[in-house]
């Protein structure tokens, strides 16, 4: 985990084999991230919508897992699909019951590219929803949207915008639109969530492209919103009365 003042205690978007194209389980997972000395994770596997996507169940039951596994906050999270212009996610609302935090994602298996105006109907009317708490990987070259506007509605709704490593590997052609995230989070002094993506053990806490590009652009370390652990504690109190402490 990178020491200078761009930096992570919190991995706030992490797959295990509940996801079947990931490759570790939240034990495996756990170790790692104690290793490279984050402090909290979240478990955030895809939802039912994805050919290999968790089933709801899944979710509905994150009530078991224990709050730390190796010294480690759990996050009981969910990576859900956007469907719709309409901004549905596709876990009924009652699923949610037990989960700490949720993305919400596009992905090309369960939302048809369409064109910028219909991305960003469907992000604004995402983000219209309490239940959801991060729009993920926003940098998807294929889904191209008004960056202006949709950060902005960050800020008017209390949202945050991810900053995805895993996005330099999986969905390349987004340095541009990356960037104008960035620029528009700085302007607008909207937070983000500086993420791995991790979809083994090993990438749990991997973003230091991510921080670099970051420092690249002057951004300012305290719109990281997962620098510390403790702002995703007291947001999950607020939000859910729970202390996942």
């Known amino acids: 985990m990178p020491k200078a003042k761009y930096m992570i205690e919190a991995d706030t978007h992490c797959h295990t084999v509940a996801s079947t194209h990931a490759y570790g389980t939240i034990g495996e997972n756990a170790a790692v991230a104690k290793e490279k000395g984050l402090l909290m994770i979240a478990m955030t596997d895809h939802g039912p919508s994805l050919p290999d996507g968790a089933h709801s169940w899944h979710f509905y039951n994150s009530r078991v897992l224990p709050r730390k ?9 969910i990576e859900a699909n956007i469907m719709n212009t ?7 609302d009652v699923y949610f019951r037990d989960l700490d935090w949720v993305i919400a994602s596009f992905h ?14 469907a992000l604004l009317n995402t983000l219209d929803n309490d239940l959801v ?17 949709v950060i902005k509605a960050c800020k008017a709704k209390n949202k945050l915008i991810e900053i995805n490593n895993s996005s330099f590997t999986v ?3 987004g340095d541009v639109m990356r960037s104008d995230i960035i620029k ?6 909207v937070q983000v969530v500086v993420n791995s993506d991790a979809h083994c053990p090993w990438d749990v806490g991997n973003v230091s492209r991510s921080l670099a590009l970051l ?11 997962n620098a510390k652990a403790q702002n995703i504690a007291e947001y999950i109190k607020a939000k859910h009365g729970r202390d996942i402490t």
């Open 171 to 173: 969905r390349k052609g």
């Open 108 to 121: 090309k298996q369960t939302f048809i590219r369409a064109g910028i105006n219909e991305h960003t109907e």
């Open 184 to 189: 528009a989070c700085m302007k607008y002094e």
């Open 215 to 225: 420092e690249e652009h002057g951004f300012p370390p305290e719109l990281i919103f």
């Open 69 to 77: 596994i190796f010294g480690v906050t759990i996050l009981r999270g």
């Open 133 to 149: 708490d991060v729009i993920g990987h926003p940098d998807a070259p294929v889904y191209p949207f008004d960056v202006e506007t």
């Open 86 to 92: 309409e901004g549905e996610l596709d876990l009924e």
